[in-house]
């Protein structure tokens, strides 16, 4: 009996070891170079709609330092900015969901993520996110947008009843200087001449519980961050 016992224990290991759920460990040094290793291998792949590095890197550390857990990208591309979003998250203990209307483009980023190992952290949805975007409930303390430039303001109107106080709104190819490109290469911001939205930032500006800058790193895309106030 006490053999049969012991088998039983023994089996019961095997099946949690070989079935279990639980996450990889994202303090590991080595979770962190599997990671790396994605980013880094996968280069060629990063070009066309998504952020340079040193932007992906910022976004990495607003959620990190922040210690954001519910975080919304809009606009997924094939991955690139998602991965440094889910790895700071995977810290935190978050969770992101990320919204992409292309299908070759989603089925790419979701290998990526399967391969970093972040696919735990990441809800890959596909579809439009001028619907998906005012569906989701929320809450969030941190969203990302990089996509259709000319639907901005509408992404933040949807979002920013859901953000948090203290939460932020992230917004790419953002520039203080009006013009596409500016003093950044295909930014846009100030006035009628910023691109397809080239009001965004005075958009942004005009709420009084937002407080909204322009980040400025080198080699960046342009990246506007706006933090939620409380009301006064």
Not at 34 to 43: I, P, S
Not at 68 to 75: C, P, Q, V
Not at 119 to 126: E, I, Q, S, T
Request: aromatic share 10%.
């Amino acid at each position: 009996m006490f053999k049969l016992i012991s088998m039983a224990i023994v089996a019961g290991a095997i099946c949690a070891s070989v079935f279990s759920t639980s996450p990889p460990n994202a303090n590991d040094a080595s979770f962190d170079a599997r990671v790396r290793k994605v980013l880094e291998n996968h280069n060629n792949s990063w070009g066309g709609m998504n952020v340079p590095e040193a932007d992906g890197q910022a976004l990495h550390d607003i959620v990190l330092q922040n210690k954001y857990k519910n975080a919304l990208e809009i606009g997924t591309s094939n991955g690139y900015s998602g991965l440094w979003i889910a790895w700071a998250l995977s810290k935190t203990g978050g969770k992101l969901i990320t919204i992409e209307i292309d299908r070759g483009r989603h089925e790419e980023a979701i290998a990526y993520f399967r391969e970093a190992g972040l696919d735990k952290f990441v809800d890959a949805r596909l579809g439009d996110a001028h619907t998906l975007v005012p569906a989701l409930p929320g809450p969030f303390d941190f969203v990302f947008c990089d996509a259709d430039k000319e639907w901005y303001e509408n992404y933040l109107k949807a979002a920013l009843p859901k953000i948090t106080v203290g939460g932020c709104f992230a917004a790419h190819n953002v520039s203080d200087y009006s013009g596409w490109g500016g003093r950044r290469r295909g930014g846009f911001g100030r006035g009628s001449g910023g691109g397809p939205a080239g009001g965004f930032l005075e958009f942004a500006r005009s709420f009084s519980n937002l407080d909204t800058k322009v980040l400025s790193i080198p080699g960046s895309g342009g990246l506007s961050v706006s933090y939620k106030r409380a009301e006064k």
